[in-house]
């Protein structure tokens, strides 16, 4: 394949004729596929989502991955005894599979302007942070704003995946609407107008939500805004 323009990879950021293209290109960890544990993951290749290509290099894969998606690539998988490449397009509202078992010597990288201290979470695309300190509703907020983030909002069954599976539990707010609910049987029922009420997660028995005095102190789970 010839490219018009002379490309290389600085830090795992694509520099096409001397100038970004803005998009930074980094090793693939998930938090949720070994539980407790930060892992390099690959995208599993056989969601109908990817496209299949054969590169030279892992950066030969980004660059044919930019081309094919139009710009709109996630991330890429590489393995490089078969120069096999992946390409895992943007999604919203997608469940990325991943895994954590890498014989096949496979690489995976991908792209978010995710900041510290908040941790990626490449299965939705999402930035979190576990907040242990225990904090009551408000608190909590203010606690994530000062972070230029907020508390989770929970925006379709995908994330709520991601939320049980992240932390061991968390508290988070409800003042904003919610377009996805996972009560926990006989749940909520609170007594009050719903107003002094805040949303916990239940992990034992079962995962799921349940109402609660918003003065309780809780953990927290801290969500900052990243581009699609």
């Not at 907020?150 to 409800?174: I, M, R, W």
């Not at 102190?217 to 969500?223: A, D, G, N, T």
Request: with cysteine; glycine share 6%.
């Amino acid at each position: 394949m010839v490219l018009m323009l002379m490309c290389a990879l600085l830090q795992f950021g694509i520099v096409c004729g001397g100038q970004t293209n803005g998009r930074i290109y980094s090793r693939a960890f998930s938090y949720l596929a070994v539980s407790g544990q930060r892992s390099p993951v690959c995208y599993d290749d056989r969601m109908d989502i990817v496209t299949k290509l054969k590169a030279a290099s892992s950066l030969e894969c980004i660059l044919k991955c930019l081309i094919t998606t139009m710009q709109n690539l996630r991330g890429i998988n590489y393995v490089s005894s078969m120069r096999s490449c992946t390409c895992v397009p943007k999604l919203n509202n997608f469940w990325y599979n991943v895994t954590a078992d890498l014989n096949a010597s496979c690489f995976a990288f991908v792209s978010h302007d995710c900041p510290k201290p908040f941790d990626y979470i490449i299965e939705v695309h999402k930035c979190y942070s576990m907040v242990t300190n225990l904090m009551d509703w408000s608190t909590a907020g203010k606690a994530c704003n000062n972070a230029s983030g907020h508390l989770l909002a929970v925006e379709d069954e995908y994330e709520n995946l991601a939320a049980l599976k992240y932390p061991l539990s968390v508290s988070k707010g409800v003042n904003i609407p919610l377009s996805f609910y996972g009560w926990y049987s006989g749940e909520p029922n609170g007594i009050a107008n719903g107003n002094n009420y805040c949303l916990q997660y239940l992990i034992l028995p079962e995962c799921a939500w349940d109402d609660f005095i918003c003065t309780v102190l809780r953990c927290s789970l801290c969500e900052i805004d990243i581009t699609l």
